[in-house]
């Protein structure tokens, strides 16, 4: 069999210990090969050039439909969760997502079925003649051929190649199960109605659907049940043989690019990607382009687009068709127009309409939209001032576009952003396995030299001419403007088809065109003299010295090389990464930023009001790759500055300074307020998922804010107030730094000197530090807390149902808890999300607070939360026979898969930092946790995590405790009765006519349901479906039929209501309210139904009540002195 190998030579950064091959097998399909030594996690990803702009025109969403599709089951591996069970027994996940003309699959598993030891070296950087070829003109390599043994076997050592096989058959056979089908395209429908309230959806498809009809930038691309199965149903087609087709027509081998990552040589990932993936078939299909139409046509621009969001924003977006730049990958003249247009230093529009009071954020940058168009798009954030000035704004713009436009390009500002793309490319650190292998199958559908897959990012050719033709698309024939905002101009007159949008269009006015037009052909006349382009960057790095010392092993924890009653320092020089970067974590704590909420409200405005003014300054540090910031914490004020460690003094004493002597300025104040109010306002119509962990955090911290104290007190908060209060703050304090990277001893402690001598602060004694602690749910309870969500238009519910287990500094139970969410991950979204279709976001696992450690599952779902109860208690009670016939090779898998996922090594120098100031901020200081738990998870019974089971997760548990927070959509349940709900009441059925002594066979009886329509409008279907079956299949007497029926009718009563859907009869607060007086509702269950009993719900009315009824834990305290930290030696 015929490989060629395309190439070998791959640039990649000075610090990438990886090597990488390109090879294109003899169907066509181009591969990436990645052998890393040292990676942990192994993955691979597929990119087929086929996504929604290859829907047809009648049927919406068939490539999103056909992505979830080839998960459920192929010819080799029928069952529908097969491959999802395998990467769950090997420390793995999957995902895909479909865009315009892309559908991406990947996968990540564990790198080798051992468990890895708790003490692994990490191994040395590449030596010299390893290292990556230089930056440089592209060389020509001559591909090369090589024949392919024939036989090839898979290692059992290695999980990647099970879960490759399982993975290239979705491209080779998928059977497109019809058991499956109704499900999934409930799944589409559920994740479409996910968003139909999220404001970039909503504007997204408010573009596309004002777009070009017949370019496919027009399509709705999600898909729903009406445009996937009932209105193509109604029109007579198969849509499961549409489904079929769409994939026999559009998915070949030549239109996929696949990267495999792993540890394992090349030539043994060469062998399998021959061995796995050269059955798929290629059809020699072209690259899928849109040349010959243009997304919007020149009838479609120069129009003012009205749009009515659902959260409070306020924005302005001028939109320009551009130019398809995907051929002009060495000079991306798009980049050096956004770098000045999205500018935020001096002279730039944004510090021109910030410094008027119109805006607070700037962003701009090119949008590819498909192989031949592309758009180029200015978003402004705009203040309430800002909106009524929105046509000066716009004008603003135009007069910086003219500004450009009348200079020629500028070689030493593409020279500077050249520089600092090599820099970023050198210095770049490995990502999650994959984020990696899904960008870079992406990456490769581009047509980039393949030596330039990995550093495509970098700027190589100075082209005035192409930067030159760019700007000429900024012209006055080709925009439109989209102003957002929900009261303004408030004659909204249009609805978008899909997601309801209110919207307005109208012509650009003629004097504000006439005024571009102006500007743009005579610059000079008139120019803003604020305006101009930016100076040289002050803080590109010029020392990028990395002192690389060979160590044995890494040292695992950070020293404490200063600890008294003012300060307390931990230093770790970087040993691992040897990258020219550094972190610096500083706490100033001080308890009065978490007394109250009025407090907290105080901190946020501070912090606000620093971050606004250093905007300007901080603008190049963030573009050089230093960045800082600046946020209220429990514990105090949190300021870190993360980046490039060469200049990192110098942006700190500005922030600090910035700290100290912030000038709190009315005007600014006005603003800096205005929008933390729309902030907390927004947080209350957020999907309820993102909602729901507030709340329960609320119930469960001895002390938590929710959002509402919040605006509460923001109401009442004036720029006085702020600026008698942050002095306050500063006055007393006591500091806590963590400086990590490549930093010496002495760069750490003379940084840290700085701080305290900018404030020269009090130091704030022991005693009056916050100390967090957690409420302990006594066993046994059973609590409900019910929050009313504040979007009217949101149909989603949302339940966390929450078990509490114990500490957090019990290793045996933290071992526990996360070895029994493992086992229950994979079982929990097959059952609830895709057998029971409740709803798209469906999540399980283990939750840590600051002290206490449960389980919880999260369920958003159009369901009420008080079925979504009752079907988490019925999987939670059914998870005892999972448990109970478990074999001992699949217990100890999972074992395997906990202990991989807790010691698996850190990426970058960020992720290591988060991990240590984590632990830090825990006051534990267990910066070893990860190797404690895994030595606790490796001999832990299957008998062991039954009783845990029984003890703290089975439902009918005397000693259980529980929390469910229900977060109410303030719309109906749907009438209709979902597959998933139509099943527990035909099973409750079943149930109760076996109760009445009626023998009957369950399949039969589902088959009399096949075609019935369960609803609350109507229920003389399904007594007309028993009444039949009654006499027909199970023989039974009329005069005994009558009454079975009248007695079903009373259980319809209870059981409908119970699955989520409402009667008619029982509409309305009052009825709801006498079903739970009666014990009748989803959490108790309906006896006989759900084979699920547990105690009488306890309704939490009162925070604080519920609150004082319970005694809460222990605070954290350091599991060791910290004294055997201490490393006080002078030297470096």
């Not at 573009?623 to 700190?652: R, T």
Request: proline share 6%.
């Amino acid at each position: 069999m015929l490989v060629e190998r395309v190439t070998d030579s791959v640039e990649k950064p000075v610090v990438d210990d990886r090597s990488y091959r390109v090879i294109r097998l003899a169907n066509k399909l181009e591969a990436l090969l990645v052998h890393d030594p040292n990676t942990d996690k192994a993955s691979a990803s597929v990119n087929v050039n086929v996504g929604n702009f290859s829907d047809d025109d009648d049927m919406p969403g068939m490539a999103h439909a056909v992505e979830h599709l080839l998960f459920m089951g192929t010819e080799k591996y029928p069952g529908e969760n097969d491959y999802n069970q395998y990467l769950a027994a090997h420390s793995g996940h999957s995902n895909a997502y479909t865009a315009a003309t892309e559908t991406n699959y990947y996968f990540e598993v564990a790198a080798t079925s051992h468990s890895q030891p708790v003490e692994s070296p990490q191994s040395a950087l590449p030596t010299p003649s390893e290292n990556p070829t230089p930056l440089g003109p592209l060389v020509d390599r001559r591909s090369s051929t090589v024949e392919e043994s024939a036989s090839t076997t898979s290692d059992p050592e290695s999980p990647l190649f099970g879960a490759l096989d399982r993975f290239a058959q979705f491209f080779i056979c998928p059977l497109f199960l019809p058991s499956t089908l109704d499900r999934e395209l409930r799944a589409v429908d559920s994740e479409n109605k996910k968003n139909l309230q999220s404001d970039p959806w909503r504007l997204l498809q408010l573009n596309k659907s004002l777009s070009n009809p017949k370019h496919p930038y027009h399509h709705f691309s999600t898909g729903n049940l009406q445009t996937l199965r009932d209105e193509p149903q109604k029109r007579g087609l198969d849509v499961r043989e549409e489904f079929i087709r769409f994939h026999e027509k559009h998915y070949s081998a030549n239109r996929m690019k696949l990267v495999v990552l792993g540890r394992e040589s090349l030539d043994q990932l060469e062998r399998w990607v021959v061995q796995l993936f050269s059955d798929v078939k290629n059809k020699e299909l072209p690259q899928n382009r849109w040349d010959d139409v243009p997304p919007f046509a020149p009838e479609d621009m120069q129009k003012m687009i009205y749009a009515k969001p659902v959260m409070d924003t306020r924005s302005l977006d001028i939109f320009f068709v551009y130019q398809d730049e995907e051929h002009m990958y060495d000079s991306q003249p798009s980049r050096y127009i956004s770098h000045l247009i999205g500018h935020e230093g001096p002279g730039s529009i944004l510090a021109y309409i910030k410094a008027k009071g119109w805006a607070t954020e700037l962003s701009a940058g090119a949008m590819p939209v498909c192989p031949g168009a592309a758009f180029f798009n200015i978003s402004i954030r705009l203040t309430e001032d800002g909106l009524h000035h929105h046509q000066e704004v716009a004008k603003v713009v135009f007069q910086y576009i003219a500004l450009i436009k009348e200079n020629p390009p500028e070689q030493w500002i593409f020279d500077e952003m050249k520089n600092l793309s090599e820099v970023d490319f050198r210095f770049k650190q490995k990502s999650p396995a994959s984020r990696f292998t899904s960008s870079l199958s992406s990456v490769m559908q581009k047509p980039y030299p393949r030596e330039w897959l990995i550093s495509c990012s970098l700027l190589r050719r100075f082209d005035p001419e192409l930067v030159t033709r760019g700007l000429s698309y900024l012209n006055a024939d080709n925009f439109n403007i989209e102003l957002i905002s929900q009261t303004y101009p408030g004659d909204w007159d249009r609805r978008e088809k899909w997601y309801g949008t209110e919207y307005r269009v109208e012509k650009v006015p003629e004097e504000l065109l006439s005024e571009v037009r102006a500007m743009l052909e005579s610059p000079s006349a008139g120019r803003i003299p604020e305006l101009h382009l930016p100076h040289k960057n002050e803080f590109v790095p010029t020392r990028l010295d990395v002192e690389k010392k060979e160590v044995e092993k890494p040292t695992q924890t950070p020293s404490l090389i200063r600890n008294d009653e003012r300060v307390r320092v931990w230093f770790k020089k970087d040993d691992t990464f040897w990258v020219p970067k550094a972190s610096l974590e500083i706490t100033l704590r001080n308890p009065l930023v978490y007394a109250t909420p009025g407090n907290n409200v105080k901190a946020r405005l501070y912090c606000e009001l620093v971050r606004d003014a250093l905007t300007e300054y901080s603008y190049d540090a963030e573009l050089a790759g230093l960045e800082y910031d600046l946020v209220p914490s429990v514990f105090g004020l949190d300021v870190s500055i993360i980046g490039y460690n060469d200049k990192m003094a110098v942006l700190l004493e500005k922030v600090l300074h910035s700290m100290k002597d912030l000038e709190v300025k009315p005007d600014r104040f006005r603003i800096v307020k205005e929008r933390l109010t729309r902030g907390f306002r927004n947080a209350e119509y957020q999907l309820p998922y993102y909602q729901v962990g507030n709340y329960t955090r609320f119930l469960t911290a001895e002390k938590a804010f929710i959002n509402q104290q919040l605006a509460e007190e923001l109401e009442h908060i004036e720029a006085e107030d702020v600026a008698t209060f942050f002095p306050q703050l500063l006055r007393q304090t006591h500091i806590e730094v963590l400086a990590h990277g490549n930093l010496y001893k002495e760069d750490a402690l003379q940084l840290t000197d700085l701080v305290e001598s900018t404030f020269k602060s009090r130091p704030l004694p022991r005693s009056q530090w916050r100390v967090r602690r957690n409420m302990i749910l006594p066993p046994g309870s059973n609590y409900i807390y019910e929050y009313t969500l504040k979007d009217p238009a949101n149909i989603n519910h949302c339940i966390e149902y929450y078990l509490f287990v114990g500490s957090l500094t019990d290793p045996v139970l933290r071992a526990k808890i996360q070895l029994f969410a493992q086992m229950a991950s994979e079982p929990a979204f097959d059952q609830l999300r895709t057998k029971e279709q409740l709803g798209y976001v469906v999540w399980s696992g283990a939750r840590y607070s600051a002290t206490t450690l449960g389980y919880r599952v999260i369920i958003q779902s159009e369901r009420d939360c008080d079925y979504l109860e009752s079907r988490i208690d019925a999987f939670l009670s059914r998870f005892a026979n999972y448990l109970n016939d478990m074999t001992d090779s699949v217990f100890e898998a999972h074992k395997r898969s906990v202990i991989n996922k807790r010691l698996e090594k850190m990426k970058n120098l960020s992720s290591e930092t988060n991990r240590y100031w984590s632990h830090i901020g825990s006051e534990y200081y267990d910066y070893l946790q990860h190797e404690t738990d895994a030595e606790a998870v490796r001999p832990l019974t299957k008998a062991e995590i039954v009783e845990f089971y029984r003890q703290y997760i089975d439902p009918q548990s005397p000693s259980r405790a529980k929390l469910a927070v229900h977060m109410k959509a303030q719309a109906s349940a749907s009438p209709v009765a979902s597959v998933g709900q139509k099943d527990v009441v035909i099973e409750g059925l079943h149930k109760f006519l076996k109760s009445v002594n009626v023998e009957v066979d369950g399949d039969r009886l589902k088959q009399a349901f096949e075609n019935v329509t369960i609803s609350s409008e109507d229920i003389s279907g399904i007594t007309d479906t028993v009444k039949r079956f009654l006499t027909d299949e199970a023989k039974v007497a009329e005069d005994q039929v009558a009454s079975i029926v009248e007695r079903g009718n009373q259980l319809l009563a209870k059981l409908l209501p119970s699955v989520g859907v409402k009667p008619a009869l029982m509409n309305g607060e009052k009825a709801a309210k006498e079903l739970k007086v009666n014990g009748v509702n989803g959490v108790n269950g309906v006896n006989g139904v759900n084979g699920v009993t547990s105690k009488k719900p306890v309704y939490i009315t009162s925070v604080p009540e519920f609150k004082a009824h319970l005694t809460v834990s222990q605070a954290a305290v350091p599991i060791v002195d910290l004294s055997e930290y201490e490393d006080f030696e002078p030297k470096l």
